[in-house]
């Protein structure tokens, strides 16, 4: 079935170490979309590609950030996790953005000790 | 700037009754779309529905339906004969169709309880 993969789903680190989290889709969509979603919260866009064309929103901090090296792999890099950045990070895909549904992955929660 | 809101914070209901959860929204754009989606305790986001701004008619699917009023700007969901399955956070969302990146504009949710 063409869906929208995530991995890890679990994810544990230390302070201030590196982590990637990945996610990868079947879908052939061209859009692809990295939220983070803190409990009992709505989930907040980061950063989104259109193929290769990437636009960082404007809240989304420096420690963060992302890489498209193809139409099917995207990746989010946490560069030095604070204690903050505990979440949910879900990433999602929709055909070519406009009013095109975006489907979701599983998501990756990340622990920060 | 585009708003979503879900007044409803949470809602416990008995299984089979159903529920209605409530999805007002604010743009100045004339044409978007409106979506539903489910978030149970695992935590993806399933899709349920995509309307857009010119199709104001209702939808059922299954045990869901739908109501589409433009003159209130609500876009409530309803789920009759409720089952413990529905158990989950419901988002409503918003999109314009002239924003070529898709950016959801999402609500707070509403958590739905659903006891036996």
């Known amino acids: 079935d063409a869906m929208v993969i995530q991995n890890p789903r679990y994810q544990v680190t230390q302070f201030g170490k590196p982590v990637t989290l990945s996610c990868s889709q079947t879908l052939n969509h061209n859009v692809m979309y990295w939220y983070q979603q803190k409990s009992s919260q709505a989930p907040k866009l980061l950063f989104h590609y259109y193929d290769k064309d990437f636009n960082n929103e404007a809240d989304t901090p420096d420690n963060f950030q992302s890489r498209r090296p193809n139409t099917s792999f995207c990746f989010l890099d946490i560069r030095s996790p604070g204690l903050g950045d505990a979440a949910m990070y879900l990433c999602?895909?929709?055909?070519?953005?406009?009013?095109?549904?975006?489907?979701f992955g599983p998501g990756t929660r990340l622990t920060v000790l | 700037a585009q708003k979503v809101t879900q007044a409803q914070t949470e809602i416990s209901v008995v299984e089979k009754e159903d529920v209605t959860l409530d999805c007002v929204y604010e743009?100045?754009?004339?044409?978007?779309?409106l979506f539903w989606y489910k978030q149970p305790p695992s935590g993806e986001l399933v899709f349920l529905i995509r309307r857009n701004s010119f199709d104001e008619q209702n939808e059922i699917s299954g045990r869901y339906s739908w109501n589409f009023q433009k003159s209130t700007s609500s876009f409530n969901f309803t789920i009759t004969a409720s089952q413990v399955v529905d158990s989950a956070v419901y988002f409503c969302?918003?999109?314009?169709?002239?924003?070529?990146?898709?950016?959801?504009?999402f609500g707070a949710g509403t958590q739905v309880v659903v006891t036996p």
């Open positions: 999602a895909t929709s055909r070519a953005g406009g009013g095109d549904t975006q489907y």
């Open positions: 743009t100045r754009d004339t044409t978007y779309y």
């Open positions: 969302a918003l999109t314009l169709t002239t924003d070529s990146w898709g950016k959801l504009q």
